[in-house]
């Protein structure tokens, strides 16, 4: 016999979840790469309840396990070796935790409360070598 294993979870609102049976056994599986096909299915009508049909041909919803994985998937899909990428400065270490090692070269933005600093970051355009920094 096979023991019956329910998820119960409760926030700190009070509301509630139970995960049983097919759902929940199909959540603790390793899944397709870009998501649980249902968890897609919900996320993608909720993009369009919320903001229309705005996802450009081409281009799908992919869930990760954290910031770390879609960071890396990022990086995976756009960088080539000896690629110059600019980043905030200061920028998250977790960043410069996976882009080092990999020889990415880093090209600091300064930053203020708002994100980059359109003067600094127009400044580092101009000045940009694209035979020296990619």
């Not at 926030?11 to 139970?18: A, C, E, I, L, P």
């Not at 970051?121 to 035979?131: A, I, T």
Request: aromatic share 4%; hydrophobic share 35%; with cysteine.
């Amino acid at each position: 016999t096979h023991a019956r294993i329910h998820l119960y979870m409760q926030v700190r609102d009070g509301s509630s979840m139970t995960i049983d049976g097919a759902a929940l056994e199909s959540s603790l599986q390793y899944s397709n790469t870009p998501g649980l096909p249902g968890l897609l299915e919900h996320l993608t009508n909720l993009q369009i309840a919320e903001h229309g049909n705005v996802q450009p041909d081409g281009t799908a919803i992919s869930v990760t396990t954290g910031s770390q994985d879609a960071l890396a998937k990022a990086f995976d899909a756009l960088l080539e070796p000896g690629d110059t990428l600019m980043v905030e400065a200061p920028t998250y270490s977790g960043s410069l935790a996976y882009l080092q090692p990999i020889g990415c070269g880093l090209q600091g933005v300064e930053c203020d409360e708002h994100g980059m600093m359109p003067d600094d970051l127009r400044r580092q355009l101009e000045e940009w070598d694209v035979q020296a920094q990619g």
